[in-house]
């Protein structure tokens, strides 16, 4: 059974950091293209990030600097590490293995003074 499970989401003031995880299971991880997206209320999902097997990574130029995207194939896990955070950076973040199409639930980050 494929699993992908984000955590790590939460409620943080502009300006903090918060960093998601997404631990994968039931498909080869390490060989699988992995991103970050996610979905603001009433947008498009969008990519916040990706990074191949062989560890080349790609940002948004909107994003770059402050998001930084990174995977442990030990641990099956793909990290975002969110900095400098916004109230715009507010939505629903999701894992996703994108040349396998599979998708975890979600986690919501919302930050907010």
């Known amino acids: 059974q494929v699993l992908l499970v984000e955590s790590g989401g939460g409620l943080v003031q502009p300006g903090g950091s918060l960093r998601l995880s997404c631990a994968a299971s039931g498909f080869s991880f390490s060989s699988a293209f992995m991103a970050w997206y996610r979905q603001a209320p009433g947008k498009e999902r969008e990519v916040v990030a990706s990074?191949?097997?062989?560890?080349?990574?790609y940002y948004p130029e909107s994003l770059k600097g402050r998001f930084t995207i990174s995977r442990d194939n030990l641990k099956k896990t793909l990290y975002l590490q969110m900095n400098s955070l916004k109230p715009e950076d507010t939505a629903v973040y999701y894992c996703?293995?994108?040349?396998?199409?599979?998708w975890g639930q979600g986690t919501q980050v919302t930050v907010s003074s």
């Open positions: 996703s293995a994108m040349d396998r199409g599979f």
């Open positions: 990074i191949r097997s062989s560890g080349s990574v």
